[in-house]
């Protein structure tokens, strides 16, 4: 975006656009997704939610969506928060749900230490969290932190939701227990986080988290920096209907293949 100008932006991007469609046989979204981020600072929303959809393309191979170009997170995340704020709520979950299932398919704690399931819609494999915007906008920025770490990300996270557990125990988990072992202060620090997070937990399947990466630590410390996937949320993931791609409702928030 032009310096922070989104009216001088938005006809550079247009043009950017009908270059990147005319690039046969090969979708990118970076030029619609600069549009639409475009249009979004200018509050041209019902706009920015078009170009959206051409930033997002339906793959009849996969059978879900894709993204090329831009980080896939930051497409899926703000256009989620898009459609949250133009109150097409089914929609925004649809793109909640998409990233939420590429984060547990990187089969890493290195972007999901503890599982991620934090869901809108009831299911007993899940976390259910009641869909108001700002629960919505706290588990998409929090879900797209797990892909790109940034402190200040947290401390807002964490002042939106004072009471989530899952921010506290991501804290605690990018601390390094090398320089742990060096520094007592430190050690110190992060037993606090991990002893704040398991008092926030709630009953249920969030205690049965802090159980699975308390076990984990416990019996090996160095299993902090381990990358091996967390298996238990990959498996309860798996499970939840919601979270499954819903095929008529993301091909109409994208552009096909076909």
């Known amino acids: 975006m032009a310096a922070g100008k989104p009216t001088e932006a938005i006809p550079l991007m247009k043009r950017a656009t009908v270059v990147e469609a005319s690039i046969k046989y090969v979708f990118r979204s970076t030029a619609n997704y600069g549009l639409a981020r475009a249009l979004t600072a200018a509050g041209r929303d ?3 939610l078009e170009a959206y959809r051409h930033a997002v393309k339906w793959d009849s191979k996969t059978r879900d969506l894709d993204v090329n170009g831009p980080p896939f997170y930051r497409v899926t995340t703000d256009y989620a928060l898009l459609l949250s704020k133009r109150g097409k709520i089914k929609e925004a979950k649809a793109l909640y749900y998409y990233t939420l299932r590429q984060l547990n398919g990187l089969q890493s704690r290195e972007h999901e230490p503890a599982p991620f399931l934090v869901i809108f819609d009831p299911d007993q494999n899940g976390v ?3 869909y108001d915007p700002v629960r919505f906008k706290v588990a998409n920025m929090m879900l797209r932190q797990c892909f790109e770490d940034d402190p ?9 939701a004072p009471d989530w557990f899952w921010p506290v125990l991501y804290s605690a988990d990018k601390m390094d227990p090398v320089h742990d072992a060096l520094v007592p202060t430190a050690a110190k ?5 991990l002893d704040r997070a398991q008092r926030l937990a709630k009953p249920g399947i969030e205690r049965d988290i802090m159980r699975w990466y308390l076990d984990r630590i416990r019996v090996a410390p160095s299993a ?3 990358k091996s996937p967390m298996t ?6 798996a499970q939840i209907e919601v979270v499954k791609p819903d095929e008529k409702l993301l091909r109409s928030l994208s552009v096909s293949d076909e």
């Open 46 to 48: 019902e706009e920015a």
């Open 128 to 130: 259910c969290w009641e």
């Open 152 to 160: 200040q990300v947290i401390e807002q996270v964490e002042k939106m």
């Open 189 to 193: 620090e992060r037993q606090a986080l």
């Open 224 to 226: 902090i920096k381990d």
């Open 232 to 237: 238990e949320g990959t498996l309860r993931l």
